[in-house]
C-alpha cells in the first residue's frame, strides 16, 4: 500500500515561472517529510526537509509547505530553470527516524 | 565529508546467475543503511535497511538478500536471479544517531537480466 502518493507524473512549466510539486500521505504518524530530485542513471539528491512541527522551509529558490491536517506537501521552486528539470519524490518518515517512504515521482520539466 | 560509493555503475547477467552489489560509506560512523530499487516508471522500493552490524531487516519477500559485514559497508546479493530483477538499485545512508536526519544516495547500479 502507498502511503506516500504523488499523483501528477509530470509537469510542465515555462522558465522564469513557479513549479509547484505535489504530495499527500496517508500515515497520520510521519513526522519528517523531505524532498529529492533524481537525474537519470543518478541517485536521488537531497533538496529539502520539513519537520511536522513546521508548516513552511524555504531554501533559496524552494519551498517546502506542509498542511498537516489535509496530509499534503507540496515543493514551490521560483523561478524555474532549465536545470531544474529531473524527476522529484517526496519522502516520509516516523520519528523512529529508520524508515523512510518515498511517493513515485514527479517529472518535472522546465521549457526554456 | 560523507561519501557512498557503490558499484558497479552497469551490470549485464544472465538468468540464474549470482548476484553482488556492493555499498561502502565514508565520514560516518554506525549509519543507517539502505537498498532500494526503481523499477522503470516505479517509485523507490525498500529493499533492505539495517541499522547495525549484522542487522538486517527485509520490506518485501524476495530472492535478494543482504548483509552487513562491516560498519559502513552493505552488500546486495542474490543466488539465482530472475528477469524481474532487472532495475535501478540504489544504495543509501542516513544518520545512525538522532532522527530526522535525510539519506543520502549512491549513484546507482543499472541490472539488466537476460
Known amino acids: 500500500d502507498q502511503q506516500v502518493k504523488q499523483n501528477s507524473p509530470s509537469l510542465s512549466v515555462q522558465e522564469g515561472r513557479i513549479s509547484i510539486l505535489n504530495c499527500d500521505y496517508t500515515n497520520s504518524m510521519f513526522d519528517y517529510f523531505l524532498w529529492y530530485k533524481k537525474y537519470p542513471a543518478e541517485g536521488p539528491t537531497f533538496l529539502i526537509s520539513?519537520?511536522?512541527?513546521?508548516d513552511k522551509n524555504e531554501d533559496g529558490r524552494f519551498t517546502v509547505f506542509l498542511n498537516k491536517s489535509a496530509k499534503h506537501l507540496s515543493l514551490h521552486i521560483v523561478p524555474s530553470q532549465p536545470g531544474d528539470s529531473a524527476v522529484y519524490f517526496c519522502a516520509a518518515s516516523l520519528n523512529t527516524g529508520n524508515q523512510f517512504y518515498f511517493g513515485t515521482g514527479t517529472s518535472l520539466t522546465v521549457i526554456p | 565529508s560523507q561519501t557512498i560509493h557503490q558499484w558497479p555503475a552497469t551490470l549485464v547477467q544472465p538468468v540464474g546467475s549470482p548476484l553482488s552489489l556492493e555499498c561502502t560509506v565514508e565520514?560516518?560512523?554506525?549509519?543507517?543503511l539502505y537498498w532500494y530499487r526503481q523499477a522503470a516508471g516505479r517509485g523507490l522500493q525498500l529493499l533492505f535497511y539495517s541499522v547495525g552490524i549484522g542487522q538486517i531487516s527485509s520490506e518485501v519477500p524476495q530472492n535478494l538478500s543482504a548483509s552487513r559485514p562491516q560498519d559502513r559497508q552493505f552488500i546486495l546479493s542474490s543466488k539465482k536471479l530472475l528477469l524481474s530483477d532487472s532495475g535501478f538499485y540504489l544504495c543509501a545512508w542516513s544518520g545512525g544517531a538522532g532522527f530526522n536526519q535525510p539519506q543520502h544516495f549512491g549513484d546507482g547500479t543499472r541490472l539488466s537480466i537476460l
Open positions: 520539513i519537520s511536522s512541527i513546521k
Open positions: 565520514g560516518t560512523s554506525n549509519p543507517n
